[in-house]
């Protein structure tokens, strides 16, 4: 499953690029390889038959792509009782590295992999990102950027491009952090900041919404993957919305839609980290359910450490299993408010699916009863709809997995941008 960034993320519609040799080069090179993306391994013959070009087209564009080492041959095919055998070639690119981040309130995430996916390096770090400030927030992400790309490196894969999802509005052509409200982020360059605390290593610095990230992950290769309709919830401290209508990210006019965090549900409620009284995730996000769950540990007490996300949900997890009464009660007024605000997401979009990440997806066996009757009763289509919760199989990694996943379809949607760069190998 692929997608076309160029097409998805950019508000108003993407121009084309002049015709020309160079552009006729750059796109008959991203056929054959987003072809091969999508498939395990394929003849010369396959790729013709399936893009359209002549084969003597392929056969020369197979040749350069090899030398480059971005597809290798992988056997012989063999078509029949008789005739010539095919010699089958898969994506390959294992020296192209695509590093993705994500920082968010209380972690740092990293996904590392080569062009054709396999993971080079992925681990998560506790960190106290809000009560840091930006410039030691900022420093900690290049530190864990950095370290991350010479893993990499010693894996024998440069970094092609990094890519850092941030739980905020971003100025995607910028680079620009508008306002992360949780993390005290106001037009923070991060693009520009990061690229000079990278150096020497020169690599394109790409910074997009989390749950954007999040949305594209799943619609590549989550639960719901290949669902043209669908929203993704991430379930943080804040929460975002991904929203995927009709196979393409939903940008809106300058980029930042899917704040559904900060829809105002409660008129009479708590103050959001927006500054409004009110929003959605004051209900729903994990600084809400903790704070219900088990107060003595809240976010933002003094002197309390922040640990893993995955190490609180776990104790909640721990106490719903033993029937805590408390935990009990929390998670079902949270499950409560997650299917109010996902009713409201229903009315307007009709997705198919609403996917769950985060701790709302580890959480799912207590908040989603609760939720889907919401949903269910709330809805205007009632059954008609369709329109079911399902929990994420990725985790937390969902964004920084995103974020690799854009970083290498950016590649495979202009390849001449590492192609031109890219030593030769040596010929012995």
């Not at 950027?145 to 490196?153: Q, S, V």
């Not at 509005?169 to 037009?187: I, S």
């Not at 394109?204 to 919404?209: A, S, T």
């Not at 008129?267 to 009110?278: A, E, I, S």
Request: glycine residues 12%; aromatic residues 4%; negative net charge.
């Amino acid at each position: 499953m692929t997608y076309e960034p160029n097409l998805l993320r950019t508000p108003g519609g993407a121009t084309s690029p002049a015709a020309g040799p160079a552009a006729l080069r750059r796109a008959n090179l991203s056929l054959v390889l987003r072809e091969l993306r999508d498939h395990d391994s394929l003849s010369r013959a396959d790729i013709a038959d399936a893009t359209g070009l002549h084969r003597a087209t392929v056969s020369n564009l197979m040749a350069e792509l090899l030398e480059r080492r971005l597809v290798r041959e992988v056997g012989v095919e063999h078509v029949g009782a008789i005739g010539r055998p095919r010699r089958a070639v898969a994506l390959h690119g294992a020296h192209v590295g695509a590093l993705g981040l994500e920082i968010n309130v209380d972690y740092i995430a990293v996904h590392g992999t080569d062009l054709s996916g396999r993971v080079l390096v992925e681990r998560r770090v506790a960190f106290d990102a809000m009560g840091s400030g930006t410039d030691r927030a900022v420093r900690r992400l290049g530190l864990v950027a950095k370290e991350a790309a010479e893993a990499m490196e010693r894996a024998r894969a440069v970094p092609a491009g990094v890519a850092v999802a941030v739980p905020g509005l971003v100025d995607v052509t910028r680079g620009v952090v508008t306002l992360a409200p949780n993390l005290y982020w106001h037009d923070l360059p991060l693009a520009d900041e990061l690229t000079s605390m990278l150096r020497p290593l020169d690599v394109p610095v790409r910074v997009d919404n989390d749950a954007n990230l999040s949305a594209l992950a799943e619609f590549t290769s989550g639960v719901a993957a290949g669902t043209p309709d669908l929203v993704y919830l991430t379930g943080e401290v804040g929460v975002g919305g991904g929203i995927i209508s009709g196979g393409r990210l939903l940008c809106g006019a300058d980029g930042y839609s899917g704040e559904v965090g900060h829809l105002r549900v409660d008129p009479n409620g708590d103050q959001c980290g927006c500054g409004r009284v009110g929003c959605w995730e004051t209900k729903v996000g994990l600084a809400a359910l903790v704070r219900a769950a088990m107060p003595e540990q809240a976010y933002g007490l003094p002197g309390m450490p922040v640990p893993d996300p995955d190490e609180r949900v776990a104790d909640i997890a721990r106490g719903l299993s033993s029937g805590d009464r408390r935990m009990t009660q929390a998670v079902a007024q949270v499950g409560q408010w997650l299917g109010l605000g996902g009713s409201i997401l229903a009315n307007l979009f009709n997705p198919r699916v609403i996917v769950i990440g985060g701790y709302f997806a580890s959480l799912a066996q207590w908040l989603l009863p609760h939720a889907q009757d919401q949903l269910n009763r709330l809805v205007v289509a009632g059954s008609g709809a369709q329109c079911r919760f399902v929990a994420s199989t990725l985790g937390f990694g969902a964004a920084s997995r995103g974020a690799a996943s854009m970083v290498v379809d950016q590649i495979i949607n202009d390849p001449t941008s590492i192609l031109d760069s890219l030593p030769r190998p040596a010929v012995h």
